[in-house]
């Protein structure tokens, strides 16, 4: 069973930086997509970011668009996000998730995620 681990979350003032982490044994093998999703008090999760592990390519939804850059470092089995210039609007409860898949990261915006970790909070003070 693949397991998702997310880590980073907690309490951060308005313009600091996190840097959460998504680690699974499942990130050194077969071809996948990563991505982070979020989801704030009484809204809907939304897609954060996302990677492909076949193409390398990335996806930034627009409010995160500058400020943060998902990465992978296969040796660590690991998938990070790092946040930047943090804003109130940023506290949720982010949410690491993957899909075998060969398609780019794009593929996490149009089709659902097989693998759910648990979630992190983040909480942005103003």
């Known amino acids: 069973e693949v397991q998702l681990v997310e880590s980073g979350g907690g309490l951060v003032q308005a313009g600091g930086s996190l840097r959460l982490s998504c680690a699974s044994s499942?990130?050194?093998?077969?071809?996948?997509?990563v991505g982070w999703f979020r989801q704030a008090p009484g809204k809907e999760r939304e897609v954060v970011s996302c990677?492909?592990?076949?193409?390398?390519?990335?996806y930034y939804a627009d409010s995160v668009k500058g400020r943060f850059t998902i990465s992978s470092d296969n040796a660590k089995n690991t998938v990070y996000v790092e946040m930047n210039s943090l804003k109130p609007e940023d506290t949720a409860v982010y949410y690491c998730?993957?899909?075998?898949?060969?398609?780019?990261?794009?593929?996490?915006?149009?089709?659902?995620?097989?693998?759910w970790g648990k979630g992190t909070l983040v909480t942005v003070s103003s």
């Open positions: 990677i492909s592990s076949s193409d390398g390519s990335t």
């Open positions: 499942t990130f050194t093998s077969d071809d996948y997509t």
């Open positions: 998730a993957m899909a075998r898949t060969r398609y780019g990261a794009d593929y996490c915006l149009y089709y659902g995620m097989d693998y």
